[in-house]
């Protein structure tokens, strides 16, 4: 496994989403509910996941890739854009399903998504692919989906992030699972930080 690859398949999954829901017949409202409720389990989850196991190991080990200045900037969009999404699935939330409002929420979630995953896999996962080894890849993409099947039949609570915050204080402050170093052993707890 690797979870450059598991990222990017779950974003393949999330456009999918996205898509079965504009295709879908706009009458069926408990359709639609049940559609939006798996999705929305899978965008809450993924970006949790993301925040717990692979963005604290892109700042140990990141260098900023394409368009990023650097690393904390790189994370510090990531985590913003999170923050961006989880109001748009609240809004979501708070609109009766299948009306104009749930439709508006919905297609401003799905624009904050897009924007937010065309970025990630520009700068973020091409970073990581470029500095970690291929062990840590495997040993994160282990923690990121143990911690989302624990999770996947009722979700996660939405936690917003402070940005810069999180930027300066996440690393797991070791470089070691770099290129250059030894993968470290992983100890996952769903309950740390
Ligand atoms: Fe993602
Ligand atoms: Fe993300």
């Keep these: 496994m690797d979870i ?44 949790e996941a993301e925040e717990r196991y692979f963005y604290p190991r892109l700042l140990d080990l990141g260098t ?3 368009d990023a200045d650097d690393t904390a900037e790189e994370v510090e969009d990531a985590v913003h854009d ?23 929420a919905v297609v401003d979630a799905n624009t904050e998504n897009s924007d937010h995953m065309g970025e990630e896999e520009r700068q973020d996962l091409a970073d990581f692919r470029q500095q970690a080894t291929v062990e840590l890849r ?3 993409a282990v923690e990121f989906l143990r911690f989302q099947a624990r999770h996947s039949a009722d979700g996660v609570e939405p936690r917003d992030k402070d940005p810069q915050d999180y930027a300066a204080h996440a690393g797991t402050g070791s470089r070691a699972g770099g290129r250059e170093g030894a993968a470290p052993s992983v100890t996952a707890s769903d309950d740390a930080g």
């Design 4 to 47: 450059t690859e598991v990222i990017q398949h779950q974003h393949d999954e999330q456009r999918r989403g996205f898509a079965h829901l504009e295709e879908w017949p706009r009458e069926d409202h408990e359709g639609l509910a049940a559609m939006w409720r798996r999705l929305s389990v899978l965008l809450e989850t993924h970006a």
């Design 64 to 66: 900023g890739a394409a």
């Design 82 to 104: 999170h923050n961006a999404l989880r109001a748009a699935i609240a809004r979501v939330a708070e609109a009766e399903v299948g009306s104009q409002d749930w439709w508006t």
């Design 138 to 140: 495997h040993e994160i």
